[in-house]
């Protein structure tokens, strides 16, 4: 399952670039899953996506929580919480 995957802010710096394309393995259907499985890249990678810090997602811009179904084609954008005032 092929999907662009997008990063913001902190993020896009931490990991150096803004964009990809990943094809998922079988079983990455989620957006935990999908965090899980950047985890796995390497340290940025793990203090990122392993939970301790909150990390937001929205699925072809829709804002979605963990738990939210990720199809092939969409386009999964992470970035830190944000606030304003």
């Given at each position: 399952?092929?999907?662009?995957?997008?990063?913001f802010?902190?993020?896009?710096?931490?990991?150096?670039?803004?964009?990809?394309?990943?094809?998922?393995?079988?079983?990455?259907?989620?957006?935990?899953?999908?965090?899980?499985?950047?985890?796995?890249?390497?340290?940025?990678?793990?203090?990122?996506?392993?939970?301790?810090?909150?990390?937001?997602?929205a699925?072809?811009?829709?804002?979605?929580?963990?738990?939210?179904?990720?199809?092939?084609g969409?386009?999964?954008?992470?970035?830190?919480?944000?606030?304003?005032?």
């Amino acid at each position: 399952m092929k999907i662009k995957v997008l990063y913001f802010s902190r993020i896009k710096e931490a990991v150096n670039y803004s964009t990809e394309d990943i094809d998922l393995p079988a079983g990455i259907s989620t957006v935990t899953a999908l965090k899980n499985y950047l985890a796995l890249r390497g340290d940025i990678w793990t203090n990122l996506f392993n939970g301790k810090q909150v990390v937001r997602a929205a699925i072809n811009h829709t804002l979605v929580d963990d738990l939210s179904t990720i199809n092939a084609g969409d386009e999964v954008a992470f970035f830190p919480p944000v606030t304003g005032g």
